[in-house]
């Protein structure tokens, strides 16, 4: 018997195979076929061939002296290398006859049957896959275990085609299984046939309607066709067949969270809390979701609770950064911050380190942090350069911010963000020209930006009397998000401008149910008060005012109506 001469790591599933440039498979298999060495007359000088050729790199010459080693000797786990180096190469044709081999040696492994269907079908002999696999299926004791390892090699597949049609033929010949349907419905989802997708993983959950992980597949298919009342149906009554899912009222909790029903959110996080106590990812959901609630006390308690867990301390200490720095408890920030050690919030935790740093008054210690940053990330330099400028705006030195932008615009042009933080700062120091100019280039770029539209429309409709304009402008970006409560709020203000207050109060209504923006509740106030509503904008005005007292718009517009 031959000993490997070296061992040759190669991790490979037996549906997947490395990324190769795509070729002529057809013609290559010809040229193989002339170029393939025949059996040698020492098997072992043939193998040192070809593992040393595997050695240089050269897999395919390593593939053919191992499979005709494998032929020589009959050994199967020489036919195994073979096809395995047939995978990587992407030579399916040779692949092919060294599973055949490995499967005559050893004809009850399960492996190289499924190996054999995956290559029959990468080489588009669709009837001898289903053969392979149906074969496949039939010897399995574990039927859905195989249909997860059908699935698995499906989706793999370069041709989606293909994997389309196995999958239907599959799920044809087990109507019953719902494990055939959902293999149909994953591989429908995986090419982008939605709705295909949508009916197949009904049918799995149909049979079987304790299926967690079927339910929630069908709900994020139904999402993704917009069938948003779908998606909740199927999780909520998922809840109530299997209640002591933690996953379902997961998936269910934050679908709810989507649609902003936010009460009905929580009741799903506060009752997987109480089975799970302690879980650092429902803590955080119950913490972010009491931020949004603007139940600051409580999401401090949530937070408090989630830093002493292992999974996401450096994020609990982050929010509570950002809940002492609202509080205006500078140094209990900066502590926070401080010791923020990783995770997805380090950059933004010595960001707002700065934005502490320029609140209590430290602009120039601020700014060194921001410029000290940049220089050790060069990776966040656009962000950092957007930090920098606004540091600069917000302490009324609009001059060194314009500076600083139009120095880094020289440099990097194409920077949109940049151009964007320019054309803001020349709003607020009246540079009406230069902000056009900016916007309308973004839009050049991009004629969907709905961003630029918006602030161009807005502008427009707000410092001129350019209100066609402004109007055509900010139906364009309602009409890229018609649920950006911005773009609402502004498709109200220009509908105020050029004389229609019903349509505006109903645009503005729509924006302030949407974000209790101060912004927005000025404009909402303004048309209510001069629409004849006064006593609902004093009530408006003195609930944002409360909320927002600082707030340089919503005190304009309070002191204009009510000296």
Not at 167 to 195: K, M, T, W
Not at 281 to 298: F, G, K, P, V
Not at 484 to 495: E, L, P
Request: glycine share 6%.
């Amino acid at each position: 018997m031959i000993r490997f001469l070296v061992p040759v790591l190669l991790s490979l599933l037996f549906a997947g195979c490395a990324q190769q440039p795509a070729h002529d498979r057809a013609a290559e298999s010809r040229l193989q076929i002339v170029a393939r060495p025949s059996p040698p007359e020492s098997p072992l000088y043939g193998l040192m061939v070809g593992e040393i050729a595997a050695q240089r790199g050269d897999y395919q010459t390593g593939l053919e002296y191992y499979y005709a080693a494998a032929q020589a000797e009959r050994n199967q786990r020489l036919a195994e290398r073979a096809t395995h180096f047939g995978l990587y190469t992407d030579d399916y044709a040779l692949a092919l006859e060294a599973a055949r081999l490995w499967r005559e040696l050893a004809p009850d492994n399960r492996l190289v049957v499924r190996i054999i269907a995956n290559l029959e079908l990468r080489l588009g002999h669709v009837d001898a896959g289903v053969e392979e696999l149906q074969g496949f299926l039939a010897s399995e004791p574990d039927l859905g275990e195989a249909f997860a390892q059908l699935t698995a090699l499906l989706v793999r597949l370069p041709d989606k085609a293909v994997a389309r049609e196995v999958a239907g033929r599959v799920a044809a010949d087990h109507p019953a299984q719902a494990e055939a349907h959902f293999a149909y419905g994953a591989v429908a989802r995986h090419a982008a046939r939605l709705s295909l997708a949508e009916s197949e993983m009904a049918d799995a959950v149909r049979l079987r309607p304790h299926w967690i992980q079927a339910r929630i597949n069908l709900a994020q298919v139904q999402v993704a066709l917009g069938h948003h009342d779908a998606a909740l149906e199927t999780l909520a009554t998922g809840v109530e067949v299997v209640p002591e899912s933690r996953d379902l009222k997961l998936a269910y909790a934050r679908l709810l969270m989507n649609r902003d029903r936010v009460h009905e959110a929580r009741t799903q996080f506060e009752a997987v809390a109480a089975a799970n106590p302690g879980d650092p990812d429902i803590l955080y959901a119950l913490a972010l979701l009491s931020l949004e609630t603007r139940q600051l006390e409580e999401a401090e308690h949530y937070f408090l609770e989630l830093e002493q867990t292992e999974g996401r301390a450096d994020d609990a200490r982050f929010f509570l950064g950002r809940l002492e720095a609202q509080r205006e408890n500078f140094s209990a920030a900066l502590d926070w911050y401080g010791r923020v050690a990783g995770g997805e919030y380090l950059d933004e935790a010595r960001i707002q380190t700065a934005a502490v740093l320029a609140s209590q008054g430290q602009l120039d210690e601020a700014l060194g942090h921001v410029r000290s940053l940049r220089d050790a990330r060069p990776e966040l330099r656009t962000r950092l350069l957007l930090v920098e400028g606004e540091l600069l705006a917000d302490a009324d030195r609009a001059p060194e911010a314009m500076i600083l932008y139009d120095a880094a615009l020289a440099e990097t042009p194409d920077v949109d963000d940049l151009l964007y933080a320019r054309a803001m700062l020349a709003e607020r120091v009246g540079r009406l020209d230069l902000l056009e100019q900016d916007l309308r280039t973004l839009i050049q770029r991009d004629p969907n930006n709905a961003s630029a539209l918006n602030a161009l429309g807005y502008t427009l409709a707000d410092r001129t009397t350019r209100y066609d304009e402004a109007l055509e402008l900010i139906r364009r970006a309602f009409e890229i998000r018609p649920e950006d409560a911005a773009i609402i709020d502004s498709m109200g203000w220009v509908h105020y401008r050029i004389g229609d207050s019903r349509a505006a109060l109903n645009y503005l209504r729509d924006a302030y149910a949407r974000s209790q923006d101060p912004e927005i509740a000025a404009h909402l106030g303004e048309v209510l008060w001069t629409s004849g509503e006064v006593q609902q904008a004093r009530e408006l005005f003195e609930q944002a005012l409360r909320a927002y007292p600082d707030n340089e718009v919503l005190k304009r517009a309070v002191d204009r109506f009510q000296p």
